[in-house]
């Protein structure tokens, strides 16, 4: 069935150092993929996504590619801040089906 | 987009009482969703909430359990029966519109049961 792995956390960043998290998935047909953002205390929300192949979906300064080759959508930034703070998870759809959601990635940054 | 209003946003309930949660969004949707977050955890899906029918369950949740109701494309509730300390968690709504692939979320309920 479809699923979602996710890079383990908690990772800690210093302010403005490149962040990474790892996220691969599992899928039959072509599903879209999607990056969602906890902050403390709050609901999920939308921080990007790709619908196909090669897209690259980006906001607030996150990208991530869609690779279908290794069937991969890696979450990076330059240079991160405090304000980034937060759970990162990776997700997938297929429409008429369900999100998938991996594991969650605490992003703890320090000034 | 959509505009999620989740009921009650925290609740401290006693063992043995239920507690219903009610989600209303600003438009008509397709498909809702009902998740469990447990602390430090991912989400978890309990059920596809189906308008005019029985809601959906995944594997290891039950509708004796989960009551789930949703009367037309805006409105939904999930009701925690019986409650044990188990089920302290946070809850949260989820839509998707027709023809969109993005997931909207609720702000969640914190449900703690002493």
């Known amino acids: 069935g479809d699923s979602v792995t996710q890079m383990e956390g908690p990772v800690t960043l210093s302010e403005e150092a490149f962040l990474t998290i790892n996220c691969t998935y599992t899928?039959?047909?072509?599903?879209?993929l999607f990056w969602y953002v906890q902050y403390p205390g709050e609901g999920l929300q939308l921080l990007l996504k790709?619908?196909?192949?090669?897209d690259k979906g980006s906001n607030k300064g996150f990208e991530a590619t869609y690779r279908k080759e290794t069937t991969s959508f890696h979450l990076e930034k330059g240079s991160v801040q405090v304000s980034d703070s937060a759970v990162y998870f990776c997700?997938?759809?297929?429409?008429?089906?369900?999100?998938?959601f991996g594991t969650g990635t605490s992003l703890t940054v320090i000034p | 987009s959509a505009v999620i209003s989740q009921k009650p946003s925290r609740d401290i309930c006693q063992r043995g009482t239920s507690l219903t949660i009610q989600c209303q969004v600003d438009?008509?949707?397709?498909?809702m969703f009902w998740y469990r977050q447990q602390p430090g955890q991912s989400l978890t899906l309990i059920a596809t909430?189906?308008?005019?029918?029985?809601?959906?369950?995944e594997s290891g949740f039950v509708i004796d359990k989960f009551p789930i109701s949703r009367p037309n494309l805006t409105f939904s509730t999930l009701t925690v029966s019986n409650m044990s300390p188990e089920d302290s968690s946070i809850y949260l709504c989820?839509?998707?519109?027709?023809?969109?692939?993005?997931?909207?979320f609720g702000q969640g309920t914190r449900l703690t049961v002493v």
């Open positions: 997700a997938l759809f297929r429409t008429g089906n369900q999100f998938y």
């Open positions: 790709a619908t196909k192949a090669d």
């Open positions: 899928a039959t047909g072509y599903p879209s």
């Open positions: 989820s839509v998707v519109k027709g023809g969109d692939t993005e997931a909207f």
């Open positions: 909430a189906n308008q005019g029918s029985e809601a959906t369950y």
């Open positions: 438009s008509q949707v397709t498909m």
